[in-house]
């Protein structure tokens, strides 16, 4: 398994006027892998462990490269 490195930006969106009201994204691009097994294996671990700290978090899979996130 190859993995060449990743990379992680984390954004904050503001909708309305209230101080507590805001969402948070985490966006998580690896790159560098050797195959698809791999990135198979690697999106499950993380997607896992991210449900494992949070069972109601909203996972959106991003295919065609572009995210709400920038």
Excluded: W, Y
Aim: net charge negative; no cysteine; aromatic share 2%.
């Amino acid at each position: 398994m190859v993995i060449g490195g990743a990379e992680l930006t984390v954004g904050i969106s503001k909708d309305t006027e209230d101080p507590d009201d805001f969402s948070m994204a985490l966006k998580i691009v690896i790159f560098g892998m050797d195959g698809l097994e791999t990135t198979e294996i690697v999106s499950k671990s993380i997607m896992d462990t991210l449900r494992t700290l949070d069972p109601e978090l909203e996972i959106k899979e991003v295919e065609n490269g572009q995210s709400d996130l920038h």
